[in-house]
């Protein structure tokens, strides 16, 4: 129901969702097994105590990543996390407290990231894959990414960082944090905020506008800045001319899509008219 009403090409985006659904079932299948073994052999179990630690470590990742799953579906909790607005940075203690989020996520992110193509069109006209970069620049100064951008070693006049689940790592004169769950985009409101930014940024130098894989909650913002910046008139023009190209598996859900129309409703066509 949720991927059908969302969108039908999001491929990563909404894997997010149903892998920490995944996580929180396969946490608690394990831990009801293994709880389930107590009465067979109460006094086995009970002289292991790495099985016992175990047993709850599985149900910890299983309330916690089911809890995180509901929150991604209603769009809240994203201080949850702890990560510093300001810095961009996350707190040891969330490392430890929510390591059951933190691990497959930084787990899953790194395989992606290393082992992810996109289709793209070579100069003789055939279709092929090719890794995708770490970051793309979408339009000249321009640039669409994820958490790992900080390997092109460059320092930027500004960041967007759209995570809420990533320190920032990369070179900056100015950072803005608009944390997101992965799959969820940011409010109107927050998208004009950072258009805001990112314009202004830009007068600067280069601006990064990342997420975790460079795909969907960055392409949402990426295509509010480039219409703020007077370079295309609507986010589906800036999204299919702007984006696109230059980063072949960027994509938007239909949330996404929803935020970016009210946008442009509200902060775009609005003043228009005014």
């Not at 990231?113 to 793209?120: E, F, L, P, Q």
């Not at 950072?175 to 202004?200: H, N």
Request: some cysteine; glycine content about 12%; overall charge positive.
């Amino acid at each position: 129901f949720f991927l059908k009403k969302e969108g039908r090409t999001m491929g990563a985006v909404h894997g997010v969702y149903l892998k920490y659904v995944g996580l929180s079932a396969v946490s608690g299948l394990g831990f009801y097994l293994m709880d389930g073994s107590a009465t067979l052999g109460e006094r086995r179990l009970a002289s292991d105590m790495r099985l016992v630690a175990a047993a709850g470590v599985l149900g910890y990742s299983c309330l916690l990543n089911g809890l995180i799953a509901v929150l991604f579906k209603l769009e809240k909790g994203m201080g949850l996390i702890g990560k510093d607005p300001k810095t961009g940075q996350i707190p040891l203690w969330s490392y430890m407290l929510f390591f059951p989020f933190h691990l497959p996520t930084m787990t899953y992110t790194a395989i992606h990231t290393r082992s992810g193509t996109m289709k793209v069109k070579g100069k003789d006209g055939k279709t092929k894959k090719v890794p995708v970069p770490v970051a793309s620049e979408v339009q000249p100064g321009w640039w669409v990414g994820g958490c790992y951008g900080h390997e092109l070693g460059k320092d930027w006049s500004g960041i967007i960082d759209l995570t809420v689940e990533f320190p920032e790592k990369m070179k900056t004169k100015s950072y803005l944090s608009v944390p997101t769950w992965d799959g969820v985009p940011a409010t109107p409101e927050q998208l004009e905020e950072a258009a805001i930014f990112g314009v202004e940024a830009r007068k600067g130098g280069d601006v990064m506008v990342h997420c975790a894989h460079g795909r969907g909650r960055s392409t949402t913002v990426m295509c509010a800045c480039l219409v703020k910046a007077g370079l295309y008139e609507t986010w589906q023009e800036a999204f299919e001319k702007g984006v696109k190209p230059g980063r072949a598996c960027c994509k938007l859900n239909g949330l996404m899509r929803k935020a970016l129309t009210a946008w442009q409703e509200q902060y775009v066509n609005g003043k228009k008219a005014q």
